[in-house]
């Protein structure tokens, strides 16, 4: 039994060695293009600028079409404020559904 683990334990080493080495040759075969670089570079600047640009869209306010299509009743800052106070007594004065001690 220890030398069939044994013999696993070698073939996967020289396995691993072997791959290491074909690695190694391939990295070194492979000449270092800087234009590949400079291209990978330009798209990223361009992707870059889109997400600002796409950003820069949602900083823009909301408009009143947006209630109107959703068929809400358009809500003034004072009704808004009126609520927002509701629901935060609402959730100090509940109490807890459990009385551990």
Do not use: R
Not at 36 to 49: D, G, R, S, T, Y
Not at 53 to 81: C, K, N, R, V, Y
């Amino acid at each position: 039994m220890y030398l069939a683990i044994t013999l696993i334990m070698v073939i996967v080493f020289i396995a691993w060695i072997l791959n290491l080495k074909n690695s190694w040759n391939s990295i070194k075969q492979k000449p270092n293009n800087n234009n590949q670089w400079q291209e990978i570079e330009n798209n990223l600047n361009k992707v870059i600028i889109d997400i600002k640009s796409m950003g820069q869209e949602f900083t823009q306010p909301a408009t009143t079409t947006a209630t109107d299509l959703q068929g809400g009743p358009p809500i003034s800052p004072d009704q808004l404020g009126k609520i927002i106070e509701k629901l935060n007594l609402d959730v100090v004065t509940t109490t807890p559904t459990s009385t551990l001690p």
